[in-house]
Nanobody, 122 residues
């Protein structure tokens, strides 16, 4: 069974940075596209970023384009989300996701992490 464990959430000031990490176990890392989603209270979980199985292509929500960067390390079975220039509206629970394909607008995936809280103070 594939397991995803996120870390790196916490409190940041507006304009600051955080890096989220997600370690994948129980499966072959290179077989999965990886993504990050987020959810705020009262809203549906939304797509944030994704990276293909090969790492050759990345996708971003318009709201984070130019500020967030997704990357993956095959030696560590880990996917990262570098978040810069954080805004109060970026505050959410961030979820790591794995599936054969992950694209903007996608709402369901094969595997989810448990989530990590990101808080941004203004």
């Amino acid at each position: 069974q594939v397991q995803l464990v996120e870390s790196g959430g916490g409190l940041a000031q507006a304009g600051g940075s955080l890096r989220l990490s997600c370690v994948v176990s129980g499966g072959t890392f290179s077989r999965y596209a990886m993504g990050w989603f987020r959810r705020t209270p009262g809203k549906e979980r939304e797509f944030v970023a994704a990276i293909t199985r090969s790492g050759g292509d990345t996708y971003y929500a318009d709201s984070v384009k130019g500020r967030f960067t997704i990357s993956r390390d095959y030696a560590k079975n880990t996917v990262y989300l570098q978040m810069n220039s954080l805004k109060p509206e970026d505050a959410a629970v961030y979820y790591c996701a794995a599936d054969r394909v992950i694209r903007p607008g996608q709402t369901t995936v094969d595997y989810w992490g448990q989530g990590t809280q990101v808080t941004v103070s203004s």
